[in-house]
């Protein structure tokens, strides 16, 4: 994740597996919530030969908040020019490969959360129709777009306890500590 109006570089690393050589032209996808700035120094068309790997660079900036899909496609180029005495072929399978990666970008500041739970109960004989209002008041030195708010309406007393079961098993990563608190879920 990224705070929005931060300034950071994507790394993109393209590797050949074929065993022969090359020449390829790789390319970031368009995308409204993120701002590119131009690098003096940087190529995007390059050879690759036989089991070697390459690493492209953008420099971009944050500018919106959400899920930012980043999609970098590599596609193999038919020329005639010569990578290291060999010219380079074009595969015919394959030819071309897309990534595509979310990143989160995130407000700066303080994240201040605020709930409000209430249980309502219908008694049998009753009509089926209960209200309550909530009144939603945000800070007054919010940062612009930054603000949201859930609702979640649930059937059965049960409910939270028994939310978010398709993320109990999970890859395990880090240390212990990082593993056994994935084996509970969150109540």
């Not at 050589?21 to 409204?32: A, D, N, Q, R, S």
């Not at 390059?46 to 919106?64: G, I």
């Not at 005639?80 to 979310?102: M, R, S, W």
Request: charged residues 20%.
């Amino acid at each position: 994740s990224v705070v929005r109006g931060e300034t950071f570089i994507l790394k993109a690393s393209v590797f050949n597996y074929l065993k022969q050589c090359i020449k390829i032209k790789v390319t970031l996808g368009p995308t409204e919530e993120l701002e590119q700035t131009p690098c003096t120094d940087c190529t995007y068309k390059r050879c690759l030969c036989a089991d070697e790997s390459n690493t492209f660079y953008w420099n971009l900036k944050a500018t919106k908040l959400g899920e930012v899909n980043i999609t970098v496609q590599t596609k193999a180029v038919n020329t005639k020019k010569l990578c290291q005495n060999e010219i380079p072929t074009v595969p015919k399978q394959g030819a071309t490969d897309t990534i595509v990666k979310p990143l989160l970008v995130q407000p700066g500041g303080v994240l201040v959360e605020k709930s409000h739970s209430s249980l309502l109960c219908i008694q049998e004989g009753e009509d089926n129709t209960k209200t309550e209002e909530v009144s939603l008041q945000f800070p007054k030195n919010i940062l612009k777009d930054s603000e949201r708010a859930y609702v979640t309406v649930l059937g059965d007393i049960m409910g939270t306890a028994l939310q978010n079961l398709d993320r109990l098993l999970a890859m395990p990563f880090g240390c212990g500590e990082q593993n056994m608190v994935l084996f509970a879920p969150n109540i």
